[in-house]
Nanobody
Framework: VQLQASGGGLVQPGGSLRLSCAAS????????MGWFRQAPGKEREFLAT????????VYADSVKGRFTISRDSAKNTVFLQMNSLKPEDTAVYYC?????????????????WGQGTLVTVSS
């Protein structure tokens, strides 16, 4: 399984970005997916997860109401829509495929990871 994250870049505070994560080489639709991020000098942080069918989503408190996770099983892609971005959202963002179908906050529940895409929020 390979995950390719894209869509990162430089954005001003208050702006929006949409990250994409394209999966290949495996069964995408049967597993939950998640987004994490890691800021410089900090541990990797859970952001959002979506169940295998897309019916259940869970968010970290730090992004609830600003970020939205979604998936398109026909395109084997998961998205993270990020609105009202803040400088503290600056980090490398990772997508991951879970080992099960439910929603999972902890990274130990994920067995495949993308390479990461850098998001910089700055004026």
């Amino acid at each position: 399984v390979q995950l390719q994250a894209s869509g990162g870049g430089l954005v001003q505070p208050g702006g929006s970005l949409r990250l994409s994560c394209a999966a290949s080489g495996g069964t995408f639709g049967s597993y939950a997916m998640g987004w994490f991020r890691q800021a410089p000098g900090k541990e990797r942080e859970f952001l959002a997860t979506i169940s295998w069918g897309g019916g259940t989503t869970v968010y970290a408190d730090s992004v609830k109401g600003r970020f939205t996770i979604s998936r398109d099983s026909a395109k084997n892609t998961v998205f993270l829509q990020m609105n009202s971005l803040k400088p503290e959202d600056t980090a490398v963002y990772y997508c991951a495929r879970a080992s099960g179908r439910s929603t999972y906050r902890h990274e130990t529940n994920y067995d495949y990871w993308g390479q990461g895409t850098l998001v910089t929020v700055s004026s």
